[in-house]
C-alpha cells in the first residue's frame, strides 16, 4: 500500500552557520520543530547550530523554509546545509535542546551586545514583576553578549555568568520552550543574579548615585563593555572639573538621555537620527545642536553637535530616571588610556577621577567603548565602529585562503582577524601610544583568535618603522609577513566596506601614511584595487618643521605652506618669537604630502588653532567655522603629472584674510577649492584609465562639508562614488584593509590573475 505523499517519513540533518548563538537561535527552532510535530534535536557547537528531524516531508519542507524567514531577530544566517539521513534522532517523537558540543574549531559567529527591549523594560517598570526595578534584566532578544563570552560555543559556563547560579524560578524559565528566556545564557533576578553596590557615597545605590551626580560630583558607573564618567550634562562646574581630572581639555563628551523627546530637546532630531539612536546597537550619535540645549559649556566647547545616546542597560535607564536629567557619559579613562574594565584596575586608575563607583559583580571579559555613529544621506555613517557593532563580521570580496592577522595602524587602532569570507574587526581599541592600550591590543587578539578559532597565517602589517602594531607584527613567530602601504589600506576598506573588489580611483586624505618613498603621505589619489595600487598623483610635498610637533602645533604647517613668507599676518605675529627659526628648519625637516596638515595650516592662519589638544582638532574647528552657503571655492595648481598645489589654497586664503573677509567665508571657499581639485583630478584620471568609479577613505573624509561637496561634485561629474558606511573612513579601518589586500594577494598567487 502507498504511503500518502504528505505522511512520507525522513530524516536529515541540518547545519546552520553566522550569528545564530546567543540570540535565541534553539528556543526559536524548538518552538518551530514542535510546531509542525517534528521530532529530534538542536543544539550548539563549534561551527554555529546543528538540528536532526525526522518527520514528514511537507513537514521538514516547511521547517526548512520558515527556520530562514522567521529566524529571530538578532540572527544572521549566512548558510544552511541540509544532509539526508535514514535515521537521526532517538527522542522518543520529542523534540529537545540538547548539551552544546564544545569540540572542534571554532565556525561560529558571536552576537554583539544589543540594548534591553522593549519586554525587558516593560518587566523593570512593573512594580508586580519579580525583575521590577531590576539592574540587570535581559532576555534572548537582549543584554550582553561579546563582553562576556569567554569561548564557545555560547552556554553560560562559558560566559562570565558562570559564577551565577540559576535559582528554581530561573531555571524554571531557562527550560519553558514557551519563555523569552527559553535558554538565555545571562537570565537571572534579584535572588541569584548579579548585583549592584555604590562605593564612596552612603544610601541605596541608585539613590546615592544620583545624590552624588545631583551634588556636582563625578560618578563611575560599570556599564557592558567598561566604566563611564558621569556628571549632569547642565552642571558646568561639574563638567569642567571631569576636563581636569580626566586631562582632557577640548575633546566633546557624549551626552546619555532618557528617551528621544528629551534628545529632541537638546538637538536636531529628524526621522534617520531617530532610527539610528533607537538603533539595537544604541550607539553614540552626532547631532545639530538646539541654541537652547541646556547643556553645559564644558561638555562640547565650542561645537555645533552634540553626541546623544539613549540608555542601553536596565542600570542607564534606572540612572535616568533616578537623576531625571540628561548626564554626561563618557569613556571611563584618563587621557591616552583605554576604557577601563576590570574592577580592580578601574579603582586604581578611576580613583583619583570619581567621587563615587556605581559598580557591579558581574565580570566584564572584553572591553568595548561606544561606537559612534552621525547620519549621511539617509543613513548612519560610522566613526568609530565598537559596542552594538563588533563583531558581526565584514564579507570579504574574495575568500581567505588561509587565516590571515590585520595588525592596523597607530591611532585609532583595530585588529581584523580573516578566516574565510568572514573579516572580524576588534572593537575600538584607541591609540597605541602607551603600555595599557598595546596590551587590551595583544589581549584582544589573542581572545579573538580563540573565539573565531583563527590561527593566523598570514600577517598584514603598515610598514610605518615606529608603529607599535607593525612591531607587535613584526615579532610574531612562524608567520608569513606582507607589508601593505597605508593609504592603500585605506582604499581598500572602503571597497571591502561596499563588497567591492575591482580597480578604481581612490581619493586617500588623512593626517599621515608612511610612503613607499620614505615621506610621509596623506593627500594621495590612487588606481588601486585588492591587490596593488599605482600612485597616479598627490598634494605637492611641505616640510614638516619639527617633525611631529607641526602635529602638535598646527601653525608650523602655516609656516612651510607660506614657505617662510607672511611676516606681516597674525598667525606670524602670534609666534615672532619662533617663527625665523621655525623656517629656517623646512629644508632638513621630513616631507608630507598630508591633506591633514594641508588643513591644519589654514586653520592656524585663520587663528582657529595654533596648538591641538586631540587629533584631528583644528580641522575640525575650521569646518565649525565654515559658512555653508558659501559657494565660493579658491584655485589650486595641478601640474601635467596631478601633484596639486597645496599652497596656492592657503596663499588664497591669506589673501582674503588681507582683504578682510570673513574667515567663515575663506574657510567655506577652502572647503570647496578641496572639494574641486579632488573632483578636477579624478576627471583627469579617469580620462587617462576609463576608471569611473572613486573610493574615498581616510580620516578627512569624516569632515562633512568636504565629504558631502565632493560626492555632490563627483556625482555630478558623472562617477559612481564609493564611501563609507560600516567601518570608519578614519584609521579605524585600516586593519579591515590590510585583511581585504592579502586576501586578494593570496588568490592572485592561487590563480594567476588579477581579482
Excluded at 512594580?127 to 534572548?140: G, Q, S
Excluded at 563593555?225 to 550634562?233: I, K, M, R, S, T
Excluded at 569642567?240 to 534628545?263: I, N, Q, S, T, Y
Excluded at 603629472?641 to 571657499?669: F, K
Amino acid at each position: 500500500m502507498l504511503v500518502p505523499l504528505q505522511t512520507v517519513m525522513m530524516g536529515v540533518r541540518v547545519r546552520v552557520e553566522g550569528v545564530v548563538q546567543g540570540v535565541g537561535f534553539r528556543p526559536f527552532v524548538h518552538g518551530l520543530a514542535t510546531q509542525l510535530g517534528l521530532a529530534g534535536q538542536v543544539g550548539n557547537d563549534a561551527h554555529g547550530v546543528f538540528v536532526e528531524l525526522e518527520g514528514g516531508r511537507d513537514q521538514i519542507g516547511e521547517f526548512l523554509v520558515r527556520l530562514e524567514c522567521d529566524a529571530p531577530p538578532l540572527a544572521s544566517i549566512e548558510r544552511v546545509t541540509v544532509t539526508s539521513t535514514p535515521r537521526v534522532t532517538r527522542a522518543g517523537g520529542r523534540f529537545r535542546i540538547v548539551e552544546s558540543d564544545p569540540s572542534g574549531t571554532s565556525r561560529t559567529l558571536v552576537s554583539p551586545d544589543i540594548a534591553t527591549c522593549a519586554d525587558c523594560l516593560a518587566e523593570l517598570a512593573d512594580p508586580a514583576d519579580r525583575r521590577y526595578r531590576y539592574p540587570f534584566v535581559n532576555c534572548v532578544n537582549c543584554g550582553p553578549r561579546l563582553t562576556i563570552v569567554r569561548a564557545v560555543p555560547y552556554d553560560r559556563p562559558l560566559t562570565t555568568m558562570a559564577g551565577f547560579e540559576m535559582c528554581g524560578d530561573c531555571r524554571a524559565e531557562y527550560h519553558d520552550p514557551a519563555d523569552r528566556r527559553f535558554h538565555a545564557q545571562p537570565i537571572c533576578c534579584p535572588a541569584c543574579g548579579p548585583t549592584l553596590s555604590l562605593m564612596g557615597a552612603a544610601g541605596d545605590p541608585l539613590t546615592g548615585a544620583a545624590d552624588v551626580l545631583r551634588a556636582g560630583g563625578v560618578l563611575a558607573v560599570k556599564g557592558i563593555g567598561g566604566y563611564h564618567l558621569a556628571v549632569l550634562a547642565s552642571d558646568e562646574s561639574a563638567a569642567a572639573e571631569l576636563r581636569r581630572r580626566k586631562r582632557r581639555a577640548d575633546k566633546p563628551f557624549a551626552v546619555m538621555v532618557a528617551d528621544l523627546d528629551e534628545a529632541g530637546r537638546l538637538c536636531e532630531v529628524d526621522t534617520v537620527a531617530a532610527a539610528l539612536l533607537t538603533d539595537r546597537a544604541r550607539p553614540i550619535v552626532l547631532l545639530p545642536r538646539r541654541p537652547e540645549a541646556a547643556v553645559a559649556g564644558a561638555v562640547a566647547p565650542g561645537e555645533r553637535c552634540l553626541g546623544l545616546m539613549l540608555p542601553y542597560t536596565p542600570l542607564h535607564h534606572l540612572l535616568l530616571a533616578a537623576v531625571s536629567a540628561p548626564i554626561v557619559l563618557t569613556s571611563g579613562n584618563g587621557s591616552d588610556e583605554p576604557i577601563a574594565y576590570d574592577d580592580h584596575d578601574a579603582l586604581d586608575r578611576l580613583g583619583g577621577i570619581a567621587d563615587a563607583f556605581l559598580t557591579h559583580d558581574r565580570p566584564i571579559h572584553l572591553r568595548a567603548d561606544d561606537s559612534v555613529v552621525r547620519p549621511f544621506r539617509g543613513q548612519g555613517m560610522i566613526l568609530r565602529r565598537s559596542r552594538g557593532h563588533a563583531p558581526r563580521p565584514f564579507t570579504l570580496p574574495y575568500e581567505a585562503s588561509r587565516h590571515i592577522l590585520g595588525c592596523g595602524a597607530e591611532l585609532k587602532s583595530t585588529f581584523c582577524l580573516g578566516k574565510g569570507r568572514h573579516a572580524f574587526v576588534s572593537p575600538h581599541i584607541g591609540d597605541l601610544e602607551n603600555y595599557e592600550t598595546l596590551r587590551s591590543y595583544a589581549e584582544g587578539i589573542e581572545h579573538f583568535a580563540a573565539l573565531f578559532g583563527v590561527r593566523p597565517e598570514v600577517v598584514a602589517y603598515d610598514p610605518h618603522p615606529e608603529y607599535l602594531s607593525t612591531k607587535h607584527a613584526l615579532d610574531l613567530p612562524d608567520v608569513e609577513l606582507t607589508a601593505v602601504q597605508h593609504h592603500h589600506a585605506h582604499i581598500a576598506s572602503c571597497l571591502a566596506d561596499n563588497g567591492e573588489h575591482g580597480r578604481v580611483i581612490g581619493v586617500a586624505f588623512d593626517g599621515l601614511g608612511y610612503g613607499l618613498d620614505g615621506t610621509l603621505w596623506g593627500g594621495e589619489f590612487l588606481l588601486a584595487d585588492l591587490v596593488s595600487f599605482e600612485r597616479a598623483g598627490h598634494l605637492a610635498p611641505v616640510p614638516m618643521p619639527g617633525g611631529s610637533l607641526a602635529i602638535r602645533q598646527p601653525w608650523r604647517m602655516a609656516a612651510a605652506y607660506l614657505d617662510g613668507d607672511g611676516e606681516a599676518l597674525d598667525v606670524a605675529r602670534r609666534h615672532e618669537r619662533w617663527w625665523a627659526s621655525v623656517t629656517s628648519m623646512m629644508p632638513g625637516a621630513v616631507l608630507t604630502s598630508s591633506a591633514g596638515r594641508l588643513f591644519d595650516a589654514v586653520a592656524a592662519l585663520l587663528g582657529v588653532r595654533d596648538t591641538i589638544t586631540y587629533e584631528g582638532q583644528a580641522a575640525i574647528e575650521l569646518e565649525r567655522l565654515a559658512d555653508p552657503a558659501e559657494r565660493g571655492a579658491y584655485p589650486a595648481g595641478v601640474s601635467d603629472d596631478l601633484v596639486v598645489a597645496g599652497a596656492d589654497l592657503v596663499r588664497a586664503a591669506a589673501a582674503d584674510l588681507v582683504a578682510r573677509v570673513e574667515p567663515a567665508v575663506i574657510s567655506a571657499r577652502f572647503h570647496n577649492g578641496v572639494s574641486e581639485v579632488i573632483v578636477r583630478c579624478c576627471r583627469a584620471l579617469r580620462d587617462a584609465t576609463g576608471l569611473a568609479t572613486v573610493a574615498l577613505s581616510g580620516g578627512v573624509f569624516q569632515n562633512m562639508l568636504l565629504l558631502r561637496r565632493t560626492v555632490e561634485r563627483l556625482g555630478g561629474a558623472g562617477f559612481r562614488v564609493l564611501t563609507h558606511t560600516g567601518v570608519p573612513a578614519n584609521d579605524g579601518g585600516i586593519s579591515l584593509g590590510q585583511v581585504a589586500v592579502a586576501a586578494g594577494r593570496d588568490r592572485l598567487s592561487a590563480y594567476g590573475d588579477q581579482p
